[in-house]
Nanobody
Framework: QVQLVESGGGLVQPGGSLRLSCAAS????????MGWYRQAPGKQRELVAS???????YYRDSAKGRFTISRDNAKNTVYLQMNSLKPEDTAVYYC?????????WGQGTQVIVSS
């Protein structure tokens, strides 16, 4: 079983920054993909960014140039540095791990961008 624990959400003003962290524990092989999804009220969950065990990254268009995903393989931890935050970034952010054909989710962390 895999457990994901997220941290780092909160309230920030437009233009501000936040860093989300997600630590994975349990039965994890060395080859897996970790990512961040978000879900705003009334909207579908969407992929924000992901990173493979080899370091290949993906960003949705709205995150490019503002968000940076990184990982520490030794700690099985993934980070999402979010800069120049906008009100439309407000959502619950979920950590996701894909390994050996299975997908696991964190409990979610709320990000609110508001003045």
């Amino acid at each position: 079983q895999v457990q994901l624990v997220e941290s780092g959400g909160g309230l920030v003003q437009p233009g501000g920054s936040l860093r989300l962290s997600c630590a994975a524990s349990g039965s994890i092989s060395s080859i897996y993909v970790m990512g961040w999804y978000r879900q705003a009220p009334g909207k579908q969950r969407e992929l924000v960014a992901s990173i493979s065990s080899g370091g290949n990254t993906y960003y949705r268009d709205s995150a490019k140039g503002r968000f940076t995903i990184s990982r520490d393989n030794a700690k099985n931890t993934v980070y999402l540095q979010m800069n120049s935050l906008k009100p439309e970034d407000t959502a619950v952010y979920y950590c996701n791990l894909k390994v050996s054909g299975s997908a696991y989710w964190g409990q979610g962390t709320q990000v609110i961008v508001s003045s």
